[in-house]
């Protein structure tokens, strides 16, 4: 089981790193991480080592997502005491989608995706810095919960030491100013995986004495789903400027963008009455009653509507869609139409519309 040896630890728990090698993720890909070390760190920063972490034992980082993602490459740091370079330790890579914790500070893991072992390799760690597995482009490593769990096993540290009294290398934390519950888990032979924020099964707090901050296990990940936009259905004409059509601008939905645009096209020339609804995507076009036999609505409800976009004079439009950042809106999935006023129809509803774009936000 893990040690903690308090005149150990705090030789070592604020220790100053003159250099860390850091982590960049690939194109369409973002960093996810609870540590608040910079993701590239360029200056001297101060973690601190948990040196009583003892082969066989793990250090799990619980990441809110907001959604699912594909893990593309884990990273974690490892440090020896003072900053010494050339420390090594052999190391397994886990990944699990979802974690729970009881109220005793017990967690339970969900299913493990990924285990680097599993493909008869491991990850060498060296000191001092943020260590980096990519995993092979040949894996699909995919959560399912808005939960991913980052976990780094050692299986032999190569650093000065012992289990019993500490190793003058190990597995790091940021030395954040507290301990968050639900956010990290030490996997401990003795008592499983702990949560340090809140379990007391060692008679003692593990924090702030024993363990402090976050552990710094990260993730580079991208979407489940690509950014695309798809139209769907055919639109239903009007009497005096053709069929309206739906398309985009701006590039791609994708995480952040302030650029992307729903536009639209033979709206009739300076038409005050064109307005788009939004719906969630839906399969089974609704009629609208009293318009055209054509005219539909395409999407599930509930339907909302912007207020009047006027076209200019090329009978065009466009509305702005600025999308926010973070990993939780990936695979997020919006479905957008054009109505548009024709007094010339001879019908109740005198409207004309667009087919549907489909709009999936991802990286």
């Not at 003892?54 to 003072?82: H, K, W, Y």
């Not at 500490?166 to 995986?193: E, M, V």
């Not at 690509?226 to 009007?238: C, E, K, L, Q």
């Amino acid at each position: 089981m893990i040690r903690f040896a308090l005149a150990l630890l705090g030789a070592v728990l604020a220790a100053p790193i003159a250099t860390l090698s850091s982590q960049t993720c690939g194109s369409g890909e973002l960093l996810v991480k609870n540590d608040i070390l910079p993701a590239n760190p360029t200056a001297a920063q101060q973690v601190a080592i948990v040196p009583g972490l003892c082969d066989g034992e793990a250090a799990m980082s619980v990441i809110q997502t907001g959604g699912p993602v594909r893990v593309r490459a884990v990273s974690a740091l490892f440090a020896a005491n003072g900053g010494l370079a050339g420390v090594q330790a052999l190391a397994d890579v886990e990944i699990y989608d979802g974690a729970t914790v009881n109220a005793a500070g017990v967690w339970t893991l969900g299913p493990r995706i990924f285990r680097l072992s599993d493909t008869g390799a491991n990850l060498q760690l060296m000191s001092t810095g943020i260590n980096v597995y990519t995993l092979p482009s040949t894996f699909v490593v995919q959560t399912t919960q808005p939960t991913l769990v980052v976990g780094i096993r050692i299986i032999q540290n190569l650093a000065v030491g012992s289990c019993a009294a500490g190793y003058q290398a190990n597995l790091a934390t940021d030395f954040g100013p507290a301990c968050t519950p639900g956010r990290n888990i030490i996997d401990t032979l003795g008592n499983g995986a702990i949560d340090p924020a809140t379990f007391l099964g060692f008679g003692i707090p593990l924090c702030p004495l024993f363990f402090r901050g976050d552990w710094v296990v990260r993730a580079c990940v991208s979407c489940g789903s690509n950014a695309a936009t798809t139209v769907v259905g055919a639109g239903s004409p009007s009497a005096s400027f053709g069929t309206p059509t739906i398309g985009s601008a701006g590039g791609l939905p994708t995480v952040g963008s302030s650029t992307f645009q729903v536009t639209g096209a033979n709206l009739g020339t300076f038409n005050p009455g064109a307005f788009l609804t939004i719906a969630l995507p839906g399969t089974t076009p609704f009629p609208i009653p009293g318009g055209a036999p054509t005219l539909v609505l395409f999407g599930a409800p509930p339907f909302l509507a912007t207020p009047q976009i006027p076209s200019d004079l090329f009978g065009t439009s466009s509305f702005p869609l600025a999308i926010p950042g973070g990993i939780g809106i990936c695979g997020a999935e919006l479905l957008f139409q054009w109505l548009v006023l024709d007094v010339s129809l001879p019908f109740p509803i005198q409207l004309a519309s667009s087919e549907g774009l489909l709009v999936t936000i991802g990286l």
